[in-house]
T-cell receptor, first 111, second 115 residues
Framework: QKEVEQNSGPLSVPEGAIASLNCTYS??????FFWYRQYSGKSPELIMF????GDKEDGRFTAQLNKASQYVSLLIRDSQPSDSATYLC???????????FGDGTTLTVKP | EPEVTQTPSHQVTQMGQEVILRCVPI?????FYWYRQILGQKVEFLVS????????KSEIFDDQFSVERPDGSNFTLKIRSTKLEDSAMYFC?????????????FGDGTRLSIL
């Protein structure tokens, strides 16, 4: 079982729609969860992080965390073509500094 | 906004040669990391560094790799004898302090090409 698993892509949504990206993790003791956006050939760019169960909203982005189900998701509302990128889920175990990344989900927003 | 700076942006090296990748973390950050990403694959952890010593390393980080913080600002990754499979993007990241909730901030990366 992969440590961090993301829904396989690619994911394609029309402009203005909601894009839903999902991630599950295997280490029940994980403490912090991060969503990064990565454009082709570029570095990961932090979008959101969450560490408490529930929802966290920032503009068009909402992160959702359910530790009991070991599940974290990212919703992008009113998707724009500029949101087209690979989205990386990263998980940090308790008391450890490194982040473990999923394989990423490639999102395409079609005008 | 402060950022992590990496140089060079692209390094081309002959197999077997030594290479040093350089990073300047954000100035008040205390934790430093190197990750790599082989083309088309996921971001992989290499090593973390705190208080002038390695705090954790992955199985990728073998004896050919080393890290150093030679002064108060630079953080370097050295690969002693490069192999073809070392070709990848190498990302440096830094984090402010204790507490698992603080995010890592990534530099733009160095693309390493081994010929």
């Amino acid at each position: 079982q992969k440590e961090v698993e993301q829904n396989s892509g690619p994911l394609s949504v029309p402009e203005g729609a909601i894009a839903s990206l999902n991630c599950t993790y295997s280490d029940r003791g994980s403490q912090s969860f991060f969503w990064y956006r990565q454009y082709s050939g570029k570095s990961p760019e932090l979008i959101m992080f969450i560490y408490s169960n529930g929802d966290k909203e920032d503009g068009r982005f909402t992160a959702q965390l359910n530790k009991a189900s070991q599940y974290v998701s990212l919703l992008i509302r009113d998707s724009q073509p500029s949101d087209s990128a690979t989205y990386l889920c990263a998980v940090r175990p308790t008391n450890a500094g490194k982040s473990t990344f999923g394989d990423g989900t490639t999102l395409t927003v079609k005008p | 906004e402060p950022e992590v700076t990496q140089t060079p942006s692209h390094q081309v090296t002959q197999m077997g040669q030594e290479v040093i990748l350089r990073c300047v973390p954000i100035s008040n950050h205390l934790y430093f990391y190197w990750y790599r990403q082989i083309l088309g694959q996921k971001v992989e952890f290499l090593v973390s560094f705190y208080n002038n010593e390695i705090s954790e390393k992955s199985e990728i980080f073998d004896d050919q790799f080393s890290v150093e913080r030679p002064d108060g600002s630079n953080f370097t990754l050295k690969i002693r004898s490069t192999k073809l499979e070392d070709s990848a993007m190498y990302f440096c990241a830094s984090r402010q302090g204790r507490g698992g909730t603080q995010p890592q901030h990534f530099g733009d990366g160095t693309r390493l090409s081994i010929l």
